[in-house]
């Protein structure tokens, strides 16, 4: 044999050697990937293994009173290992897989006992290691659970997997719900406190290692436990009042019914810390019904209307243009501006009076004549002073959804110099929100300081304030202390002698404020034939010391009348006689008496302060003052053992037998983040009372 036969046969046989070993590397590769496929992907599977993220519980939603507005309750989901090692022996686990679904059937009643026991046989023969058992499980259940037959065996031989996740819940349900708001994962379409201070609220994700089984299924690897704990979120004290709220919210939805108005707001706000006491928006459904829907008190800029009128007034007076005996002609009620718009009043008829019984009268046409007689050479000076009370301006308000304020000005696009000056005069040509237009409100109420409402007063981690809020002074005095004078004057007239005096007129207290019924575009179509009216009144009360401001906002009223005192003054007077009648600081009425043996009321420890401010005002005594009275035989009256609640620093209070509310204050007060399980009275603590721990630490209240 030649050398070069020798060499081509190595050759040949190389590359043959090499050409079976790739047909047998494609060979195994497709024995692999497609006929073996599914065996190894379950085993990949089932050996994979990652960290997911645990949501924290969020942190709660206080109203002013600590009354809880929203709080995360745990809600746990139930899985079972059927390869427990408690269960191993089938033997153990056919005793007592009936009376298990007995058990599980007893509790929950949506599957018969044999539905259960079929449902955890299957799971036994398909070896599941993470078999659903149960959505949706309460606290209280889940203690019940535990002790049913194979999961009482203990957390690893029984095989109960138990993962907790967080429920949102509002236990006032709709109350404020809007303003509240609920979570957003897009931060730029938060909603409420829940979305504008989300950063607090969510507190810190946790870890737990989680492993893939067959089907994709991801189980935890020890047995629900976090690797990282998640840390709570921080608290929010809002100033919402719940009382307050409840009484506002009522009262807005009856009018709106009544007049089967398409929606409506009211807000109510303490005058001097601009802190809303309540805000209320209800929306008409398809099926007639009102919801919160839309929060319209920060949204909806339209024209306000005669409410406007206040600036209108205000602006002529500061700027020494009328005064209030100026007299002004209004022509019966109605009058044609030259080249300009027909100025009509609601109330025909009338003809020459003074400055503030035009106002008192809501009379358009004396606005009207006002403003332009006195501005038309130079409607400049007449912005320029709106926009020097910030009409124009956002408030900078602590959730989101403030809509601009459109208030105009000569070099805007579409002012009109035969229109727009005198269709500003009396509340058109303009867009402000009703919140907008009550802080201007209230800046009267206020000595002449307009301030920001606030809707958040403190954030608190762990009992700790984090952060405190107050007003941020928008103007210090929007007008000379003459103008503040004359207006708080001719608001008051409105209700004492002008279009108010018949509904919103009260004899024990006063009130001050302005009607507004405002004619509404209805989008392309204009103010068309279809007329569309938003009735509005907004004030404060009581006038002589202002405590209280309010704006209330009826769009659309389809039945009855539409004027604003017919439609929102109702609102107003039923809110602001129900806040007069529970606010003991406006309200000195004389406290009732109680006489002879009269049982006393039953108290529990709370703030006693606040418990001696109520039983002083019905004219209950405490117990030592009855015993020195009945010791000269004066007194019979049994009275109150007060007794002041203490708190050592570091030791837990018992607060067994209480309320949830009085249950917070003084976990509260003694420094201790609570969570809460389940509602009624508190009948166990996780820490016992008299206990010695550091503050800041958290005690797990359990109620029923």
């Known amino acids: 044999m030649s050398i070069r036969t020798n060499i081509l046969i190595r050759v040949y046989l190389a590359f043959g050697l090499v050409m079976l070993f790739a047909v047998a590397v494609v060979v195994q590769l497709y024995r692999v990937q497609v006929i073996q496929g599914k065996k190894w992907r379950a085993m990949s599977a ?36 059927m390869l427990a090692a408690g269960i191993n022996d ?83 349900r709709t109350l404020a719900a809007r303003t509240i708001g609920y979570k957003n994962e897009n931060v730029k379409n938060a909603v409420g406190l ?54 506002a919210q009522d009262a807005l939805k009856k009018q709106l019914i009544k007049n089967q108005a398409d929606h409506g707001c009211v807000v109510l706000m303490e005058v001097a810390t601009g802190e809303i006491r309540a805000i209320a928006n209800f929306t008409r459904t398809k099926n007639g019904d009102y919801e919160e829907k839309l929060n319209y008190a920060i949204s909806a800029a339209a024209d306000p209307g005669s409410t406007f009128k206040l600036a209108t007034y205000m602006t002529a007076f500061d700027q020494h243009k009328i005064d209030t005996n100026t007299l002004v002609d209004v022509d019966g009620g109605k009058y044609k501006i030259p ?18 019984r035009a106002f008192e009268e809501s009379s358009n046409v004396a606005a009207a004549k ?4 006195h501005y038309n050479n130079n409607p400049k000076e007449f912005t320029d002073k709106l926009y020097s009370y910030h009409l124009n301006e956002k408030l900078g308000l602590q959730i989101p959804g403030e809509a601009n304020p459109v208030v105009k000005n000569p070099k805007s696009r579409s002012w009109n110099k035969y229109y727009t000056l005198p269709e500003m005069a009396y509340g058109y040509e303009m867009e402000i929100t009703p919140l907008q237009m009550l802080a201007f409100y209230n800046s009267v109420a206020n000595n002449g300081t ?47 002698e002008g279009t108010g005096k018949n509904v919103i007129k009260n004899s024990l207290y006063t009130v001050a404020g302005k009607t507004g019924t405002a004619q509404i575009a209805n989008g392309s179509s204009g103010y068309g034939v279809k007329k569309t009216y938003q009735a509005s ?44 009648s529970s606010d003991m600081d406006m309200n000195q009425a004389a406290p009732a008496h109680f006489v002879g043996n009269t049982n006393m009321p039953q108290i529990k420890k709370g703030n006693l302060n606040a418990l ?93």
């Open 46 to 81: 089932s050996l994979s293994t990652q960290y997911q993220t645990v949501e924290a519980a969020r942190g709660n939603i206080f109203a002013v009173d600590m009354s809880l507005l929203a709080t995360s309750v745990p809600e746990y989901e139930l899985h079972m290992d």
């Open 194 to 247: 829940e979305g504008a201070y989300a950063s607090y609220i969510n507190g810190e994700s946790g870890k737990r290692l989680m492993q893939r089984i067959a089907g994709g299924t991801w189980m935890p690897v020890n047995n629900g436990e976090e690797e990282i704990a998640p840390k709570e979120g921080a608290d929010i004290i809002s100033t919402i009042d719940v009382n307050y709220q409840d009484v």
């Open 370 to 373: 006002f403003i332009y007689n």
């Open 339 to 356: 080249k300009g718009p027909t100025i009509t009043d609601a109330e025909l008829g009338n003809g020459v009076m003074t400055a503030k």
């Open 450 to 496: 307009m301030i920001a409402p606030i809707l958040v007063k403190e954030i608190r981690r762990l009992g700790n304030t984090v952060e405190q809020f107050q007003a941020r002074v928008i103007n210090p005095k929007v007008c000379s202390d003459a103008t503040l004078g004359k207006m708080r004057s001719m608001l008051e007239g409105v209700v004492t």
């Open 537 to 580: 009144f907004c004030g404060y009360f009581p006038a002589n010391h202002p405590k209280y401001s309010m704006i209330v906002v009826i769009n659309h009223p389809t039945q009855g009348d539409y004027l604003a005192a017919k439609v929102a003054g109702p609102v107003f007077r039923e809110i602001a006689d129900r806040v007069f």
């Open 612 to 704: 001696k401010q109520v039983y002083t005002k019905l004219g209950v005594k405490p117990l030592y003052a009855s015993n020195n009275a009945a010791n000269t035989g004066v007194d019979t009256s049994n009275g109150i053992a007060f007794e002041e609640v203490k708190y050592k620093s570091g030791v837990v209070p018992s607060v067994t037998g209480m309320g949830l509310s009085d249950a917070l204050y003084v976990m509260g007060n003694a420094g201790y983040k609570v969570t809460v399980r389940g509602s009624g009275v508190v009948i166990n603590q996780s820490v016992t009372g008299g206990s010695t721990i550091p503050k800041g630490s958290k005690i797990t209240i359990e109620l029923q």
């Open 90 to 172: 089938e033997k153990v686990f056919d005793e007592k897989v009936d009376s298990l679904a007995m058990k599980m059937s007893q509790m929950f009643g949506d599957r018969s006992e044999k539905e259960y026991s079929r449902m955890l046989r299957d799971a036994r023969k398909d070896s599941s290691r993470y078999e659903l058992i149960r959505r949706k499980v309460t606290y209280q259940q889940l203690k019940q659970i535990r002790k049913f037959p194979i999961f009482n065996m203990g957390k690893y031989k029984g095989g109960l997997i138990i993962v907790e996740q967080n429920q949102r819940v509002l236990p006032f």
